[in-house]
């Protein structure tokens, strides 16, 4: 983080700065920043179209900025050397868990650390059913294909998969999407316990009003091409930015604050 803030820059996994992203013509995002501290889990939310997954894309390098810097650990996403340390540092669940529908849980797991590691394949066995463990998932899910498995546990499975190589940075694309409110708290809890038992810096994208008030350190809010704003939910609740008074301030807003509150 900058230094007016005092946090040292090693505090900082993910640094954006001037970013600029588009589509021929139509600009998606326009010298737009944002630092993500270490240990933090971090809400970004946004309307629709506004550039929240191109800009999650663009700091996993799926997608190279038109302008601007994207960092992650202290190293640029375009630097082919840097790729294979970056992507051993990070975990990833899109959504519906993106698992490979031919594998088992199991073998979804072992994937990435049949890939990265040179481990014998008994322990890459163990390792994997103590990941499918942590994600709350039971032991016989391991057996199981995503088809087999109910929205809410392919997401675990997902995440499961995630954290295989024990990731310092785990990112999320609206993990609680299509979930049932029980479901959707559930995962909210896995996603704190995970954070806070394993050390990992959150990055979320989500929509989800009760999951930023229940777990979120802070909120980066994309509007106007840039980040409109980042801070705790409670202060951007005073902010006068149209977008971020509709969302937090409307029927929605004011119940799941009630919520937290209650």
């Known amino acids: 983080m900058s230094a007016q803030l005092g946090i040292r820059a090693d505090d900082v996994p993910i640094r954006v700065e001037g970013l600029r992203t588009a589509f021929g013509e139509k600009v998606i995002h326009e010298d737009l920043s944002l630092e993500v501290r270490r240990g933090e889990i971090l809400g970004v939310v946004g309307g629709s179209g506004a550039g929240k997954s ?16 994207v960092e ?6 375009r ?25 088992t849980v199991q073998e ?7 890939e990265h590691t040179k481990l014998a394949p008994d322990y890459v066995h163990d390792l994997a059913r103590l990941k499918i463990k942590l994600s709350g998932l039971p032991d016989e899910a391991g057996a199981l ?11 675990r499975a997902g995440v499961a998969r995630a954290i295989a190589l024990d990731p310092e940075i785990l990112f999320l694309d609206e993990p609680t999407s299509g979930l049932d409110p029980i479901a959707a708290g559930e995962f909210d809890d896995l996603v ?57 301030l409307g029927p929605r807003g004011r119940a799941a604050k009630k919520e937290k509150e209650s």
């Open 145 to 155: 294909k995503p088809a087999e498995l109910s929205g809410g546990m392919r997401k």
């Open 79 to 103: 630097d082919p050397q840097a790729q294979a340390d970056i992507e051993r540092r990070i975990g990833v669940m899109f959504q519906q868990g993106a698992l490979f529908s031919f594998l």
């Open 108 to 114: 979804n797991v072992e994937a990435p650390l049949l």
């Open 72 to 77: 992650i650990f202290g190293r640029d996403i």
């Open 192 to 248: 704190k316990t995970l954070r806070d038992a394993l050390g990992l810096t959150v990055f979320m994208i989500t929509h989800d009003l009760d999951t930023l008030y229940a777990i979120c350190d802070r909120v980066a809010v994309v509007a106007d091409r840039k980040i409109a704003a980042v801070a705790p939910i409670h202060e951007l609740e005073g902010s006068d930015h149209p977008w971020i008074r509709s969302y937090l």
């Open 54 to 69: 191109v800009l999650l894309d663009t700091i996993l390098g799926l997608r190279l900025p038109d302008g601007g810097s």
